[in-house]
């Protein structure tokens, strides 16, 4: 009894063998008709890129893809055949094929190298990072969509597959400008005079920029004045000019003075003012030099009253004094 049943299992196995070697040297069409071996995969990714908006000309972010990889088998009364093929097809090497075929202009998008797979009977997960770039000139908080192809090449018996995502993102605001001095940042003027600096304020960033103004260094008894703000539109080459007037002390006398004055500026995004950015400063050295006739009249007046009492003094008593 135990010999006509070892021989039945033999016979068995030594006929998936040979049903296995003819489905595995015969054509794929025909190979089809008692069996299917279909890679399927499947993508996830992390949600948190389509909610914080990348930043501009920085350094991007990057994300994570898992990429779940398995190979089903198909074929009815036959799946026990196709189980056995997928068995002899177990550790052989996959490519995860990884391409972004559509994105915003604005945008760069790069991908790590690409996973490789092992044909297993269980799925298997593995990871791929994606990281986007956002150009300066990309609209602030504009939405865009990465589009992603994820190809599984064909593997001897098992059928490849394609799978697509997409993934919605937005750029950030940059909050950048930069100043530049028309006519120079050092100037002699006397004391009488007013210095007056023109300054163009440039917009660096993306999106319409509000940047208010602060004097916050003043030399004891000198003025500067300056405007609270301007408003800068967006696009390359906008900007806006300010004007710095600064005047010396006007006290009588000769003057040789040389000071410092600084301005402080924020950039701000002009429809959302929450989103600030990083100050800058505005710094210029004026030199005083000359005499001053203002202040004169601290000196004069009290002359005026000295020659006015001598003059009384002589009419009304060394006059008569004479005359007799």
């Known amino acids: 009894m135990k010999k006509n049943f070892k021989s039945i299992k033999a016979t068995i196995i030594m006929g998936l063998l040979l049903i296995s070697m003819f489905v595995a040297i015969a054509p794929s069409t025909s190979a089809a008709i008692l069996y299917s071996l279909q890679s399927y995969v ?122 697509e995502i997409e993934i919605p993102f937005s750029a950030g605001y940059l909050p950048i400008v930069d100043h530049r001095f028309v006519e120079g940042q050092n100037k002699i003027i006397g004391p009488m005079d007013t210095a007056v600096f023109p300054i163009d304020i440039i917009n660096l960033g993306n999106a319409r920029t509000k940047v208010s103004f ?54 701000r995004m002009a429809e959302r003012p929450e989103f600030e950015g990083v100050e800058g400063t505005i710094s210029v050295l004026v030199e005083s030099r000359g005499f001053s006739v203002i202040g004169i009249e601290v000196v004069l007046l009290p002359l005026i009253m000295i020659i006015v009492i001598i003059y009384l003094l002589y009419h009304f008593v060394f006059k008569k004094r004479f005359r007799k």
Do not use: C
């Open 42 to 163: 499947n993508a996830e990714y992390d949600v948190d890129i389509t909610n914080i908006p990348i930043i501009p000309r920085g350094t991007g972010k990057a994300f994570t893809i898992n990429i779940t990889y398995g190979v089903t088998v198909s074929g009815g009364i036959f799946n026990l055949i196709g189980t056995f093929m997928r068995e002899i097809h177990r550790g052989r090497v996959v490519t995860i094929k990884i391409d972004t075929f559509e994105y915003p202009e604005w945008a760069s998008v790069s991908i790590s190298q690409e996973p490789t797979a092992t044909v297993d009977d269980i799925p298997q997960t593995y990871k791929a990072t994606v990281t986007v770039k956002v150009d300066e000139d990309a609209p602030a908080f504009g939405k865009g969509d990465i589009k992603i192809r994820i190809t599984i090449p064909k593997v001897g018996l098992i059928d490849g597959t394609q799978k």
């Open 214 to 267: 602060e004097l916050i260094s003043i030399p004891e008894g000198w003025a500067a004045i300056i405007a609270d703000y301007v408003f800068i539109e967006e696009g390359e080459g906008s900007k806006a000019k300010v004007y710095l007037t600064i005047k010396p002390p006007k006290g009588f006398g000769y003057h040789d003075e040389t000071k410092n004055i600084v301005v402080e500026y924020i950039p």
